[in-house]
């Protein structure tokens, strides 16, 4: 096919789809409201440099998959590959942590990875994420757990299996490395490529690999939890006690892993078993109590997730209808100048009365657009030909009944209730 096409890995949302994407915002935005989270929105773009420092220059994000180019002024850009880093930017530097102990955010919108698209897997994608910022009390560890929870439960979405896990504070980890490298050292030539490259830089990535073989191996490396602090150990009590206490079941995973320093403590991922292949992680989230500070701004415990909103739709669409779009009330037909300024004004002033109004401008003959108005979905068809636009009248012909009257086009004004009703029991 010519003409222009969308680039690889990013698809349109199209008007029969926007509905399902409408209905995940408004139960977001209900649910996060409702316990005090404001939305931000940041922008798109932002200094390379805010990613490397703040998603980590040895993850795949940033070391294979930002979308970076140099601007007019050779400044190096990217886009953002992912929410958090913008919104830890924009708390420190619009000073937000001086507005209360705890902000708490929540933002959505398309995020760009240089991947390889697949189902579930695109170069702009889009997330919904919130960011507790400011406690370092496992009661907020929580209650963004509850909230992820919640809003995918609303959603008719209860299949799905939460993973928890702690990766301790840098110094477990620091003594938990070394454990791990001695244990991987004798299988070093069993390993991926990637995981062999991660021994000595980023070992704690080796257990979240997708890789059959070393799947198989860590499964019995030692265990961060054998290497807990005791604070440490208290705080991973606590976050399970209080999940039970609120009855959300989680299975604990000790293979789930952040790998950068200012990740700390929980870390968490919600995954759906089935529906959604190899791609089956709706959301993933965690403690990163050192990355405020990381990037300038006051030693702040934070904790956030993101939802990938494309693969929660995909898993929408398995489980129900998206909900209907509100029907329309009126369609309107007119042939003639006369006719066809008249309906003009009618449509505007219908609108003000609050219908729902579809104004027909193909300036064809009364039977295509009589066709066309069978087709819309209205309840009504107002039909004004010259007569009509003569004595100020109205043909009102309800579709679905069969049944015509003739009206003033005043009526429709003056006695707009009554018409509202009548809309409502055609429907009925
Ligand atoms: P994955 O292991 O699937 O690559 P990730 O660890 O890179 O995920 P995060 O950075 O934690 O993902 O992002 C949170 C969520 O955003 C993911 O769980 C997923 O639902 C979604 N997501 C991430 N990358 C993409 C993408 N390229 N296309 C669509 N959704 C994505
Ligand atoms: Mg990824």
């Known amino acids: 096919m010519s003409g222009i096409q969308a680039i690889k890995g990013t698809r349109d949302i199209l008007p029969d789809e926007v509905g399902y994407w409408q209905w995940v915002e408004s139960v977001a935005r209900t649910i996060l409201s409702r316990a005090a989270y404001r939305e931000i929105r940041t922008p798109i773009f932002e200094q390379t440099d805010l990613f490397e420092r703040g998603i980590g220059?040895?993850?795949?994000?940033?070391?294979?998959?930002?979308?970076?180019?140099?601007?007019?002024?050779?400044?190096?850009?990217?886009?953002?590959?992912?929410?958090?880093?913008?919104?830890v930017r924009a708390y420190i530097q619009r000073s937000l942590y001086a507005q209360g102990e705890t902000q708490r955010l929540w933002y959505t919108g398309p995020m760009f990875r240089y991947e390889q698209p697949q189902e579930g897997r695109q170069r702009q994608f889009h997330q919904l994420g919130i960011e507790s910022i400011g406690s370092a009390d496992p009661r907020a560890d929580v209650e963004v757990i509850a909230l992820a929870i919640d809003i995918l439960k609303t959603l008719g979405l209860d299949n799905?299996?939460?993973?928890?896990?702690?990766?301790?504070?840098?110094?477990?980890?620091?003594?938990?490395?070394?454990?791990?490298?001695?244990?991987?050292?004798?299988?070093?030539?069993?390993?991926?490529?990637?995981?062999?490259?991660?021994?000595?830089?980023?070992?704690?990535?080796?257990?979240?690999?997708?890789?059959?073989?070393?799947?198989?191996?860590?499964?019995?490396?030692?265990?961060?939890?054998?290497?807990?602090?005791?604070?440490?150990?208290?705080?991973?009590?606590?976050?399970?006690?209080?999940?039970?206490?609120?009855?959300?079941?989680?299975?604990?995973?000790?293979?789930?892993?952040?790998?950068?320093?200012?990740?700390?403590?929980?870390?968490?991922?919600?995954?759906?078993?089935?529906?959604?292949?190899?791609?089956?992680?709706?959301?993933?989230?965690?403690r990163y109590d050192g990355l405020v500070k990381e990037l300038g701004g006051p030693q702040t415990?934070?904790?956030?997730?993101?939802?990938?909103?494309?693969?929660?739709?995909?898993?929408?669409?398995?489980?129900?209808?998206?909900?209907?779009?509100?029907?329309?009330?009126?369609?309107?037909?007119?042939?003639?100048?006369?006719?066809?300024?008249?309906?003009?004004?009618?449509?505007?002033?219908?609108?003000?009365?609050?219908?729902?109004?579809?104004?027909?401008?193909?300036?064809?003959?009364f039977g295509k657009q009589l066709k066309r108005a069978d087709r819309s979905g209205a309840t009504a068809c107002l039909v004004l030909g010259d007569a009509e636009a003569d004595s100020q009248t109205v043909q009102l012909k309800w579709l679905a009944l069969g049944q015509q009257e003739k009206i003033t086009q005043a009526d429709l004004s003056t006695k707009a209730d009554e018409f509202r009703e009548r809309i409502a029991q055609a429907r009925a």
């Open 160 to 286: 799905l299996r939460l993973d928890l896990n702690s990766v301790g504070d840098p110094d477990d980890r620091r003594q938990y490395r070394e454990a791990l490298i001695n244990y991987l050292m004798p299988y070093q030539a069993d390993l991926d490529t990637d995981s062999q490259n991660r021994l000595e830089r980023n070992p704690l990535r080796i257990l979240d690999s997708k890789d059959p073989k070393t799947k198989q191996i860590v499964q019995d490396a030692p265990k961060i939890w054998d290497h807990f602090s005791p604070d440490s150990q208290q705080r991973f009590e606590q976050v399970q006690q209080q999940l039970t206490d609120l009855g959300i079941a989680y299975r604990l995973n000790h293979c789930l892993v952040r790998g950068l320093d200012y990740y700390t403590h929980m870390a968490f991922e919600i995954i759906a078993d089935t529906g959604l292949g190899a791609q089956n992680t709706v959301c993933g989230g965690g």
């Open 301 to 365: 415990p934070a904790v956030g997730w993101a939802i990938g909103l494309e693969r929660l739709i995909i898993l929408l669409r398995q489980a129900t209808e998206a909900a209907p779009a509100a029907p329309l009330d009126f369609y309107l037909v007119s042939r003639g100048d006369r006719a066809e300024a008249q309906a003009t004004q009618l449509a505007q002033m219908l609108r003000h009365q609050g219908f729902s109004v579809e104004l027909d401008l193909s300036g064809s003959a």
């Open 57 to 87: 220059e040895a993850t795949d994000v940033v070391g294979k998959e930002m979308y970076t180019f140099l601007d007019k002024g050779d400044r190096s850009i990217t886009l953002r590959p992912e929410g958090t880093a913008g919104a």
